[in-house]
Nanobody, 126 residues
């Protein structure tokens, strides 16, 4: 099983920036898909950004395009989410997720993730 641990959350004013980190215990495949999800008030988690380990293909939710950047450092076993120009609607608990088969990235959706971290809270005030 892959363990994921998020860090980097906090409180920031609108327009500010944060960088989230996800430490990955190990990769079981070389074609995995890593992603960040956001959950608000216990509602359904929604995908924010994803990255395919093979080739570095990335995709984003429309609401964060141009503001968020997902990246992956395979030497450090860490996935990052750089969040710029934050808005109050970006507030929520952010979760790192892992899909060992990479299907989620290949299909360009946010389904198929089986490993999750505990989450880190991001609060953006206006």
């Amino acid at each position: 099983q892959v363990r994921l641990e998020e860090s980097g959350g906090g409180s920031v004013q609108a327009g500010g920036s944060l960088r989230l980190s996800c430490a990955v215990s190990r990769y079981t495949t070389t074609n995995n898909c890593m992603a960040w999800f956001r959950q608000v008030d216990g509602k359904e988690r929604k995908g924010v950004a994803a990255i395919y380990n093979r080739g570095g293909l990335t995709y984003y939710a429309d609401s964060v395009k141009g503001r968020f950047t997902i990246s992956q450092d395979n030497i450090k076993y860490t996935v990052y989410l750089q969040m710029n120009n934050l808005k109050p609607e970006d507030t929520g608990a952010y979760y790192c997720a892992h899909d060992p088969g990479g299907t989620s990235c290949i299909l360009g959706n946010f389904a198929g993730f089986g490993d999750w971290g505990q989450g880190t809270q991001v609060t953006v005030s206006s």
